[in-house]
């Protein structure tokens, strides 16, 4: 979502889904590079990068 919002500049957008590995929902609303809301609170995500191969062994990637 955080990769798009560049495509509604100024604009309030809502994702509504659910997690891959639960089935529970999840919201997030942002405008421009403002998070408003995030439903759980505790909701996480994840982005593959292709630069993470040239950095295993680092703890931040293992």
């Known amino acids: 979502m955080l990769a798009v ?3 509604f500049p ?3 957008v809502q994702i ?4 891959l590995d ?3 929902s999840i919201r997030v609303r942002t405008r421009d590079d403002e998070i408003l809301e995030i439903d759980p609170a505790a909701a ?8 993470a191969q040239s950095r295993m062994g680092s703890g931040a990637f293992n």
Do not use: A, H, I, K
Not at 16 to 19: G, P
Not at 44 to 51: A, D, R, T
């Open 5 to 7: 919002r560049w495509l």
């Open 10 to 12: 100024g604009q309030e």
């Open 16 to 19: 509504e889904t659910r997690c």
């Open 22 to 24: 639960c089935g529970d």
């Open 44 to 51: 996480v995500g994840y982005m593959p990068s292709p630069f």
